[in-house]
């Protein structure tokens, strides 16, 4: 089940970026007080009470700029308007209500979502309530008090923010059919991929980066067996903000990604392996999804030769060091070349995400590892692990029950992981480890 999003919006300056900040646990968002610091949308997730969503932070909106780079933020804000379950909508109190608020208000009043008008920077609520009542002309109902630098009157946004997820809905959408993502910077081959499986042009296919314009469902059927594939819109580097296609940007491969079981992270062959594709990638990675990197447009690729293909899955592996597990194809979509292959590799990744491992076997493998390898030790205290289950699927998660946590070296762990992987495989997925203390009796 995706978690709901909820999208921080307003005019610059207002105290998003602070919010933010504050909501998330960390400076995530650069804060400064010249109006459009934060130009992209970052996002963060965010847990209050029972309830886990995901938040987008947003550059500032000023309804009639004609500055390209404040109109792309507006483009970027809208685009996290039509992303979002919930949108909270921020005002200055210290500035007071402006024409610029009322013209944005309008704007969310068309997306049609959950609105929660949140005033900020109300340090002392005896002075500034007579002021906050004016923000009931913007009608979106009961303006909500707070100061993101004090943290006041969070709990009660925030509440407010929960009581609008429609977790029902959610629910009646579980579709238990493999979703894979298609991600990737622009202009990459991700439509050109589906179309190719499909055999229609049914995603519209530019040479414009960015055509795709939203995360699109397309589902794909291969040996009587029921696929869904999401297309998102290509990211961007931040230093191309300024250019009038950027309007679609994280949040589309962050919610694609929630909702997928595998993500095939397309990069091109004739630009090779970049800072960007490891950040995109990295979004699959923390949230532990099966991967496979498919790199397109080998077919075209110049000066091929027979060590090609091993030179581009060395560099693949040093810049995505990070995730070793993922499976590489070479592949081109323009002429189907190795894209049955493609579905094969699917269906592997799949099966790993979801393989469970039984306990009695997981310490058999533990017992071997730790008589070939001994645990580290630390001014004499040695560590002791004294069992391991696996405790959850999609990503395999597993726990450690060791005497002291603070002996458990990565690099133990690393090996312990390496020793199931050389058992059991897990092509394509990450493993995730959790390591509890148990003391000796």
């Known amino acids: 089940m995706s978690k709901p999003v909820v999208a921080i919006v307003g005019r610059p300056n207002v105290g998003k970026s602070t919010l933010f900040n504050v909501l998330a646990g960390s400076k995530i968002s650069i804060v400064k007080d010249t109006p459009g610091v934060t130009r992209d949308r970052i996002y963060a997730d965010v847990n209050w009470l029972d309830y886990n969503f995901t938040m987008i932070d947003t550059g500032g909106i000023e309804p009639e700029s004609d500055d390209i780079l404040l109109k792309s933020m507006r483009q970027q804000a809208e685009v996290a308007m039509l992303a979002a379950d919930v949108i909270i909508f921020l005002v200055d ?51 909500f008090p707070i100061s993101a630098s004090s943290q006041l009157g969070l709990g009660d946004m925030l509440d407010e923010v929960v009581s609008h997820f429609n977790m029902e809905e959610k629910n009646d959408e579980e579709d238990d059919r493999p979703k894979i993502a298609i991600i990737g910077k622009p202009n990459v081959g991700k439509s050109s991929i589906i179309n190719k499986l499909l055999g229609e042009e049914r995603v519209i296919v530019s040479d414009i980066a960015g055509t795709t314009r939203d995360a699109i469902d397309t589902e794909v059927t291969v040996d009587g067996r029921e696929y869904v594939f999401i297309d998102t819109a290509g990211l961007r580097r931040k230093s191309k903000v300024k250019e009038e296609i950027e309007r679609f940007s994280v949040i589309r491969t962050v919610t694609a990604v929630e909702r997928a079981d595998v993500c095939v992270l397309v990069i091109d062959a004739t630009e090779g392996v970049t ?101 580290p030790s630390d001014k004499g205290k040695k560590l002791r692990i004294y069992y391991m289950t696996e405790v959850s699927v999609k990503p395999p998660t597993f726990v450690l029950f060791v005497n002291d946590k603070s002996l458990t070296h990565f690099s133990y762990t690393r090996y312990i992981e390496n020793r199931i992987r050389d058992a059991f495989g897990f092509k394509g997925t990450p493993l995730h480890f959790i390591i509890r203390e148990r003391k000796d009796k």
């Open 93 to 143: 109190v210290r500035q007071g209500l402006v024409d610029a608020d009322g013209k944005v208000a309008d704007m969310l009043r068309r997306s049609q979502k959950p609105i929660v008008l949140v005033v900020n920077k109300v340090d002392n609520f005896d002075k500034f309530m007579p002021d906050v009542y004016e923000f009931y002309n913007l009608g979106l109902g009961e303006p």
């Open 275 to 375: 800072e960007q594709d490891a950040k995109i990638a990295g979004i699959a990675h923390e949230r532990g999804k099966g991967m496979i990197i498919a790199v397109n447009k080998w077919d075209i690729l110049p000066d091929k030769n027979d060590k090609s293909v091993y030179k581009f899955t060395e560099e693949i592996r040093r810049i995505l060091s990070f995730m070793p597990y993922a499976e590489i194809i070479f592949i081109s979509a323009k002429t189907g070349q190795r894209l049955p292959k493609l579905f094969e590799l699917i269906d592997v990744v799949i099966d790993n995400h979801a393989l469970r491992v039984g306990t009695g076997v997981l310490n058999e493998i533990l017992t071997e590892a730790v008589a070939l390898n001994e645990p």
